[in-house]
T-cell receptor, first 113, second 108 residues
């Protein structure tokens, strides 16, 4: 199993600013996944973060907007840059699939004014 | 057509009722996941299935690989079961395809 601590749990930010979300896993994992969940929608994968290499971004997501760091096998950060109200979402980090059960952080609920 | 379809989209029931949520998919899969998301946003894994049936407490999940269909059942439902239930299928490349979720409300 894996326990993922994610913070902040929620934040209210001003347009044009940036916010960094952190995820700490209680065990070493090769891949971590970052998701966005817009209001009333299902999860959308932003990128896959591997330790020691650049993150792999899904279509529609770019590194300049969502830079990701993965300095070791238990930690990752996602930054939402130059925020606009359209970035208001829940952001979640995850481990799995490919290792059985899926594990998620508690989610970061971001509101951009 | 979505590759993973859940039904119903919304479900309201009385405490004690037997609940069924359905998930149909159109792609080949290596596993199917049922997850629960509470209003705060956190997501908890309920089941991972590749065949047959699994039971955990009042929750039962079944999958029919030939029919590409899975069901999540809740027996003796309780208001604390109120949440969004999400089906996700995992393809052979470990890619996840997400259903839209079923919002369940159990009234006391």
């Amino acid at each position: 199993s894996a326990v993922i601590s994610q913070k902040p749990s929620r934040d209210i930010c001003q347009r044009g600013t940036s916010l960094t979300i952190q995820c700490q896993v209680d065990s070493q994992v090769t891949m971590m996944f970052w998701y966005r969940q817009q209001p009333g929608q299902s999860l959308t994968l932003i990128a896959t973060a591997n330790q020691g290499s650049e993150a792999t971004y899904e279509s529609g997501f770019v590194i300049d907007k969502f830079p990701i760091s993965r300095p070791n096998l238990t930690f990752s950060t996602l930054t939402v840059s130059n925020m606009s109200p359209e970035d208001s979402s829940i952001y979640l980090c995850s481990v799995g699939p490919g290792r059985g059960e899926l594990f998620f952080g508690e989610g970061s609920r971001l509101t951009v004014l | 057509k979505n590759e993973v379809e859940q039904s119903p989209q919304n479900l309201t029931a009385q405490e004690g009722e037997f609940i069924t949520i359905n998930c149909s998919y159109s792609v080949g899969i290596s596993a199917l996941h049922w997850l629960q998301q509470h209003p705060g946003g956190g997501i908890v894994s309920l089941f991972m299935l590749s065949s047959g049936k699994k039971k955990h407490g009042r929750l039962i999940a079944t999958i029919n690989i030939q029919e590409k269909h899975s069901s999540l059942h809740i027996t003796a439902s309780h208001p604390r079961d109120s949440a969004v239930y999400i089906c996700a299928v995992e393809d052979s490349n470990y890619q996840l395809i997400w259903g839209a979720g079923t919002k369940l409300i159990i009234k006391p």
